[in-house]
């Protein structure tokens, strides 16, 4: 049984002010509910009976800086050692027309009322150390059965606000708890409300699904999300039929993605569409598929569909580039990898070398022994021109520009070129990255032209 828990000083405070001036207060939410499961707490939120404006006078009054963060919501934000605290008076929602907030919500007198609005029976558990954990609705054994389950009927809660059914699939993939049957019931019973859902909720869920110890739950769960992100029912039954894979495309994707130790967005973004081109690009010969320009295919898919969820410019870059990169030939030499970093930059070349690792990792166990020793060996060889620092971009030549136009080039396109010549003689060891020594050797192949040029003008 849980002993307590350990607010935050800064907490306390807003507890002290808070009962001090005659008000209750509580935290509430994921502050509760990691601190039973003992994960981190992101967010202390905090409610009370206190009125948002009397909430922002109260602590104006002590000399704090207050946010009116959102105020027709009932929430202030207190800033406490530059961090802040959410305060917000306990409510009830109104109806969600848009789906993105509640039309209007009713401040109410009691803590259990408040509780009744909140999705899941793990998140509706309030503390404080007066009272200890207020549970109504049985949260607590719920967490600890690693269950999650709405807080009143699932239907009217999904209909509600059916970015809870995404929601759902997030804390599922993020603390490894399964979703209680009549709940998961109703989230398939009303996802037709996810297509009304804005894309910034969507993809800010998707995201967090993505980067959890389970980004495999997006497609575990798609019979509960598939409005939400349609284009991927493109990988359902996709067979591949030919020696490389044992898996259609849809499995292949996923065991991709348990391959996945690196928990950052780009790259498991690119697993997830690396081959959403592929029934797309399906050619059959004498019974064997092939999948020719299937990365482009996929690049393309990929770039529309993180249009329609608003991603970043930099995101869909990057993983539009891995997608689009994901079966070139990777050579595990030296200059090739130098040539590959001057392309892609060190990230992006981090990302795709772990991209084709996780997508060798669910393909044939036959055919696949030698493809990931070169991936294994390009890493290595990475590390390697990185420590000695070795020159693979125009930027780390030992000669600029202004060397090049010393020699007598015009300043204009021909100073890139030579810059390049340079890059590309060093990058394969026909020139040490020396000043003297890439001048003289620059300067030899002008005069040969020149002698050139003039021999044409005396012809
Ligand atoms: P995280 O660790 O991701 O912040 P959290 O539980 O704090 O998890 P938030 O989105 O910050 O999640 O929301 C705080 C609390 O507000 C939730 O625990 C839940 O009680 C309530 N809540 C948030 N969104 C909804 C929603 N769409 N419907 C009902 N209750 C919600
Ligand atoms: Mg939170």
Same mark, same amino acid.
């Given at each position: ?26 935290? &509430? ?40 963060? /959102?105020?027709?919501? /009932? ?93 759902? &699939? ?34 800010? !869920? ?20 598939s409005p939400a992100i349609p !284009? ?31 928990h950052e967005l780009e790259t ?76 892609? /930059? ?42 000695? !620092? ?17 020699? /007598? ?51």
């Amino acid at each position: 049984m849980l002993e307590g828990i350990k607010l935050p000083e800064a907490v306390e405070s807003i507890f002290y002010i808070l009962n001090k001036n005659g008000y209750e207060a509580y935290i &509430v939410g994921g502050a509760v509910r990691n601190s039973i499961i003992e994960l981190p707490v992101h967010d202390w939120d905090i409610c009370t009976n206190a009125l948002p404006e009397d909430v922002c006078k109260l602590f104006r009054s002590k000399g704090f800086r207050v946010v009116e963060t /959102g105020l027709q919501h /009932g929430t202030v934000t207190v800033m406490v050692n530059y961090r802040g605290y959410e305060i917000t008076t306990y409510r009830t929602d109104g109806k969600y027309t848009d789906s993105r907030h509640p039309d209007s919500v009713k401040f109410v007198g009691s803590i259990y009322e408040d509780l009744a609005r909140r999705d899941f029976t793990m998140n509706a558990i309030a503390y404080n150390d007066d009272d200890g954990l207020i549970d109504p609705f049985n949260g607590l054994k719920d967490i600890e059965n690693k269950i999650i389950r709405c807080v009143g009927t699932p239907v009217d809660r999904f209909t509600e606000d059916p970015l809870r059914i995404m929601r759902a &699939v997030r804390f599922a993939a993020q603390l490894g708890f399964h979703i209680e049957n009549y709940t998961n019931i109703a989230m398939v019973q009303t996802n037709d409300g996810l297509s009304k859902i804005s894309a910034e909720r969507i993809q800010s !869920e998707l995201c967090k699904i993505l980067i959890s110890d389970h980004p495999e739950y997006v497609l575990d769960y798609y019979i509960d999300i598939s409005p939400a992100i349609p !284009e991927l029912s493109k990988m359902m039954g996709c067979s591949q039929n030919n020696m490389y894979h044992i898996y259609d495309v849809w499995n292949h994707t996923r065991f991709a993605l348990t391959a996945c130790r690196i928990h950052e967005l780009e790259t498991r973004l690119a697993i997830l569409l690396h081959d959403i081109g592929k029934s797309e690009s399906k050619t059959v010969d004498k019974g064997i598929e092939h999948f020719y320009g299937h990365a482009v295919k996929s690049a393309e898919i990929t770039e529309s569909l993180l249009r329609r969820l608003r991603f970043s410019n930099e995101i869909r870059k990057s993983v539009v580039e891995l997608v689009a990169s994901h079966d070139m030939t990777i050579v595990p030499k030296p200059n090739k990898v130098k040539k590959y970093l001057n392309k892609l /930059g060190e990230a992006q070349f981090r990302r795709l070398l772990d991209l084709r690792f996780c997508d060798i990792m669910a393909h044939n166990p036959y055919y696949a022994k030698e493809r990931l020793w070169e991936t294994f060996k390009t890493e290595e060889i990475l590390n390697e021109v990185l420590a000695e !620092e070795k020159c693979f971009s125009i930027k780390d030549l030992a000669i600029n520009g202004k060397d090049i136009m010393e020699l /007598g080039v015009k300043e204009g396109p021909d100073v890139g070129k030579w810059l390049k010549y340079a890059l590309d003689e060093v990058i394969n060891d026909r020139l040490d990255n020396d000043k003297e020594d890439i001048l003289n050797d620059i300067d030899a192949k002008l005069y040969a032209e020149r002698e050139e040029d003039n021999d044409e003008e005396m012809s």
